[in-house]
């Protein structure tokens, strides 16, 4: 899956900085949904469904707060969804029941899996589908000296929020740098809290894996655009590979946030996750709408545009739920 990603067009790009949602909802997923329809379908049924995004300046809480609209409009399902810390808080939610739809990249949700890094056994959990990707983006302060990820030696970088896919990803980067524990000040920060900090200057650098544009970066780059820049962390995919084949080159358009030039990037594929327990029917009726209604998710982000449902079973190890290889096969036809 080597594939070299861009977004698609500078007005879809635009459009994200001035694209406001709500997106609300709290830990309560209902044991009942997918109630009152037969489970060898695909009919909702009816329920409560419950959906764990990311940050609230990140992509995941817009195109969430998207979905959960669009399950509204189109089922009889009750649908919220939530600011979360991304993730590995967002798996290790859903299997507690706290959630039933979960964001996460897909080195995280490998993971989960398959039992390793922060999980220490195997998620009963599986995916409904590969979404878009992911962009790993670095950005530093001009007047910080930090030309690549082995600078970060000795500065103060914000790694995201704790238990985020983002920070999984920002570990890993630094190791395969060949820095230590302790070489790197690190700070463990949500997106608000680290562009703030990149304005201020109590912060050197920040690891970011959101889709594109990020609001919280456009802001950033819109008001700092002279003072910041990416750096390129290409150089350690091959080291990044040896532990998850879903990395992959990338590319972050240079009209993403008004660039000079576009930046060399690495993107990771994002999958929505499901408990194993869900109703087939459920999974199945979920599955056709992010894939068969993906026009609509597209008016609510740019990002949305990289949904594909040719794509959607490619998840390895994740497995794909029974319900929603039902509906991706109805897909193709």
Same mark, same amino acid.
């Given at each position: !899956? *080597? ?13 994200? /900085? ?24 695909? #009919? ?6 419950? +959906? ?14 998207? +979905?959960?609209?669009? +399950? ?9 969804? @939530? ?10 939610? =859903? ?37 878009? &990707? *992911? ?7 001009? #007047? ?6 082995? %600078? ?20 890993? !980067? ?23 900090? !990149?304005? %201020? ?17 456009? %802001? ?8 910041? $820049? ?7 995919? &091959? ?15 240079? #009209?993403?946030? /008004?660039?000079?030039?576009? @930046? &060399? ?6 999958? =929505?996750?499901?408990?194993?327990? !869900? ?34 079973? $490619? ?19």
């Amino acid at each position: !899956m *080597n594939r070299t990603y861009r977004t698609r067009s500078a007005a879809a790009l635009a459009l994200a /900085g001035a694209l406001t949602l709500s997106a609300c909802g709290g830990q309560q997923a209902d044991g009942s949904a997918g109630a009152g329809a037969d489970k060898n379908g695909c #009919d909702a049924g009816t329920g409560r469904v419950t +959906i764990a995004t990311g940050n609230s300046t990140g992509v995941y809480y817009v195109v969430g707060g998207g +979905i959960a609209k669009l +399950i509204n409009s189109e089922t009889k399902l009750q649908a919220s969804s @939530a600011e979360t810390g991304a993730s590995v808080q967002n798996i290790q939610q =859903l299997a507690k029941g706290d959630y039933d739809i979960a964001f996460s990249l897909a080195d995280t949700a490998a993971d989960a899996v398959t039992g390793k890094e922060s999980f220490k056994t195997k998620q009963d959990v599986s995916s409904i589908g590969r979404i878009y &990707p *992911n962009y790993t983006q670095v950005v530093v302060r001009k #007047d910080s000296g930090i030309k690549s990820v082995e %600078d970060f030696k000795g500065k103060r970088i914000s790694t995201g929020s704790p238990k985020s896919g983002t920070e999984v990803i920002a570990n890993r !980067m630094i190791e395969a740098a060949g820095l230590k524990d302790g070489d790197v000040k690190k700070q463990r920060l949500d997106l608000t809290k680290t562009v703030d900090g !990149m304005k %201020d200057g109590s912060i050197d650098g920040l690891v970011w894996s959101g889709g594109l544009p990020t609001p919280a970066l456009t %802001d950033l780059f819109n008001s700092q655009g002279k003072k910041v $820049e990416f750096i390129d962390p290409t150089p350690l995919l &091959p080291e990044l590979q040896k532990i998850s084949p879903v990395y992959e080159k990338a590319t972050v358009p240079a #009209d993403t946030y /008004g660039l000079g030039k576009d @930046a &060399p990037s690495i993107a990771v594929p994002n999958v =929505l996750m499901v408990r194993n327990d !869900m109703p087939a029917n459920l999974a199945c009726a979920l599955t056709k709408l992010v894939f068969g209604k993906k026009d609509k998710l597209v008016k609510v982000h740019p990002a949305a545009e990289d949904i594909d449902a040719g794509l959607a079973a $490619e998840s390895d190890p994740i497995p794909v739920h029974p319900g929603s290889l039902r509906a991706l096969k109805s897909l193709e036809k």
